[in-house]
């Protein structure tokens, strides 16, 4: 099934949580928190603004985003887990993902 956000609004996938801390403790899945990054699966049209112009969203497909912990919708599609969210609970946009994980 194809899913396509509507106005303002984004479809993310969660990253996966880091199984181990960095002293490589290993964490149960009941004290971990559920991440706060992800990518962006599909993106909607966009918002009009006062003059009626369709203004584009700022975050597109295959981003990788930074969002607030509560954000978003949980739903279910294709068995899978993803987010609904609009673009203003979106805090950010990683420039280069792979950098920041290591620090």
């Not at 112009?53 to 597109?60: G, P």
Request: aromatic share 2%; no cysteine.
């Amino acid at each position: 099934m194809k899913f396509r956000p509507l106005h303002d609004r984004v479809l993310v996938r969660r990253v996966t949580a880091e199984e181990k801390t960095a002293g490589g403790i290993i964490i149960p899945d009941t004290a971990k928190e559920k991440p706060q990054e992800g990518e962006v699966i599909a993106v909607g049209s966009g918002t009009l603004n006062d003059k009626g112009e369709l203004r584009a969203l700022d975050v597109k497909a295959g981003d990788r985003i930074l969002f607030g912990k509560w954000s978003g919708t949980e739903v279910k599609l294709n068995g899978e887990e993803l987010l609904i969210m609009k673009e203003s609970d979106i805090m950010g946009i990683l420039e280069n993902p792979s950098v920041a994980k290591a620090a």
